[in-house]
């Protein structure tokens, strides 16, 4: 379903979630204070307009409320992004998301109304640094403190040729295995228990960070 979006910052984070969603074919409202980042969205996003969004005479002009999600992606002026999301909320926007600093920045904004808080230097960072440390790890996808979704290669011959039922995956490794990646273009999804594994399958499992460590482990 087509959807309404405000973008306020347009920096790397704010422009790409404009461009993502210019790309679903959603509408998109960009905001931001300077000038020539709003010129470099002009033929990309549906609007977009120089304007300070501290200033709630503004906000309220552009009709912030009217639209379905508002993403205040303001990144350094950590006051600024704060009393957005504080007005914005307070114009009765449906859903907010906004972009924290750090973790007392996030907290703050937790506060003030945003309904999703996100972290992408601190994601990033974590994710970068699974992959740093693991040979086997392609990707990894935070669930939530304690549950991640990681892409593991089988770079051990103990996998090869089994299926998953012989390696007994849930009793072994308390992993539950979602797809298969094979070569360049095979998708196998939601995997059968009589499905072999093959040397260099890529494995998308979900579990524990703990249990997705230790099968990682096991491929060394
Ligand atoms: P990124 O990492 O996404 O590139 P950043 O963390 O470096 O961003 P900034 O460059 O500080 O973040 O801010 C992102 C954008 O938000 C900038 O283009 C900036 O002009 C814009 N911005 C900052 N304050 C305001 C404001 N009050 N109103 C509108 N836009 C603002």
Redesign the pocket.
């Known amino acids: 379903m087509r959807k309404s979006y405000v973008v ?7 422009g790409s979630i404009c461009r993502t969603l210019m790309e679903s074919d959603h509408e998109v409202l960009a ?4 000038e020539e ?1 709003v010129n470099e969205y002009m033929n990309i996003a549906t609007h977009a307009v120089v ?4 200033d709630e005479a503004t906000l309220r002009s552009l009709g912030l409320r009217n639209f379905d999600h508002v993403i205040i ?5 950590i006051q ?1 992004s704060i009393l ?1 999301t504080l007005m914005a909320k307070e114009m009765g926007v449906p859903r907010i998301t906004a972009k924290a600093q750090n973790e007392y920045h996030a907290r703050v904004l937790d506060k003030v109304g945003a309904d999703l808080v996100v972290h992408p230097e601190r994601d990033m960072g974590i994710r970068i640094g699974h992959k740093l440390t693991s040979n086997n790890m392609l990707d990894f996808i935070e669930l939530s403190d304690d549950y991640s979704l990681v892409e593991v290669i089988v770079t051990n011959k103990k996998f090869y040729n089994k299926t998953i039922e012989e390696v007994n995956f849930r009793r072994h490794f308390h992993l539950t295995i979602v797809a298969i990646r094979r070569g360049k273009s095979e998708l196998i999804i939601s995997p059968p228990a009589n499905q072999l594994i093959l040397e260099n399958d890529i494995l998308l499992v979900v579990g524990t960070n703990k249990d997705v460590d230790y099968f990682d482990g096991k491929m060394n």
Do not use: K, M
Not at 31 to 34: K, T
Not at 51 to 54: G, R, S
């Open positions: 306020i910052g347009l920096g790397r984070f704010g905001i931001d204070s300077c980042r304007a300070n969004a501290q992606a303001i990144g350094e002026d600024a957005v």
